[in-house]
């Protein structure tokens, strides 16, 4: 039976260029670890992998002898399927929502992420509230899209357990008159995608496991314990507010994470979050790790939105 060749696969490789086997490749041919004989990082994402036998897909008999001309070694490209991203930064009330989905219509990104912060700003009123919440219910039905929370958000969705100062009761009033609770249960914590980690305010060390490859797991174990928490009234590290925002704990959590004077990268995982604002986008690199903040937020509106796909990450103008 000739060679199939696999065009696509997830990659799910270490950053290091490691094992496991992409996960695509081991599903369709069933791989072992002893059949990888090197694998390669190349530019733009792809892959350069050999192996020490002919793939073939599942339920095909293997050749026996090791002199076989499908016992060759062979190698594989692998381009794994790049989400494009449209990550955008924290919102509180912009007067350019309208900009904002221009900007992200011209992109025609596969995903869009919010990283929260709708809500809150400085000599803000009610009927901005309520201006925003109508384009967050209308956001949050369409598809393609992500919504996190923000540390402004939390108590118009749960203000009997958390407080953020700018949180107003006629304000909630006004958000609550459109958003119900279905609405907020589309709200996350955190989102994975392409290699990339997005949340409100940075997974900063210490909180971060140093075996990233689990990580998807050990933020879902955290967060259901994280809510646990909120609502019983106990402390759980996605909800610290760290000292340099007033509050007791060295870093801050998920929500709370200081850019400039907490947030310290995660080995081998690039993440885009918002929260500390600037007039720019800024850029920390660390180790195998790449780290946006898109906080561009004014009183005018957000001046820029995060694109990312095959070439990385470029800012672009809203």
Not at 172 to 192: C, M, N, T, Y
Not at 212 to 238: C, G, I, M, Q
Not at 274 to 295: K, L, Q, Y
Request: aromatic fraction near 10%; glycine fraction near 8%; charged fraction near 25%.
């Amino acid at each position: 039976m000739p060679v199939q060749k696999k065009s696509y696969a997830t990659v799910t490789v270490d950053a290091d260029g490691g094992l496991p086997v992409p996960a695509g490749v081991v599903e369709d041919f069933g791989i072992k670890e002893g059949d990888l004989g090197g694998l390669k990082k190349l530019p733009g994402g792809k892959w350069e992998l050999t192996f020490w036998r002919q793939l073939r897909p599942k339920g095909c008999r293997p050749t026996k002898s090791p002199q076989a001309p499908d016992y060759v070694a062979i190698t594989q490209k692998l381009h794994p399927p790049m989400t494009k991203i449209v990550a955008v930064g924290d919102i509180h009330h912009g007067p350019n929502l309208e900009q904002i989905e221009a900007a992200i219509e011209r992109e025609q990104p596969d995903l869009t992420v919010f990283v929260g912060d709708y809500f809150d700003q400085f000599h803000d009123h009610y009927d901005h509230a309520r201006r925003t919440a109508i384009w967050l219910k209308q956001s949050l039905a369409k598809p393609n899209r992500v919504h996190l929370w923000g540390n402004h958000d939390l108590p118009y969705g749960f203000s009997e357990y958390a407080y953020c100062p700018g949180y107003d009761p006629a304000k909630e009033r006004a958000i609550r008159s459109v958003l119900d609770e279905q609405d907020w249960a589309k709200l996350k914590l955190w989102h994975l995608e392409s290699r990339w980690l997005f949340t409100h305010a940075g997974l900063s060390l210490p909180y971060a496991l140093t075996d990233t490859v689990n990580l998807r797991d050990y933020l879902r174990t955290e967060e259901k314990r994280a809510w646990a928490a909120l609502t019983s009234r106990e402390p759980h590290w996605f909800w610290s507010v760290g000292m340099a925002r007033g509050g007791f704990t060295p870093v801050g959590g998920l929500l709370w994470c200081d850019w400039e004077r907490e947030f310290k990268p995660v080995p081998g995982l690039n993440q885009v979050l918002g929260h500390t604002p600037a007039r720019t986008f800024r850029v920390m690199h660390g180790p195998s790790s790449e780290n946006w903040c898109i906080d561009v937020t004014s009183m005018t509106g957000i001046t820029h939105i995060l694109a990312i796909d095959d070439s990385g990450p470029r800012p672009v103008e809203v």
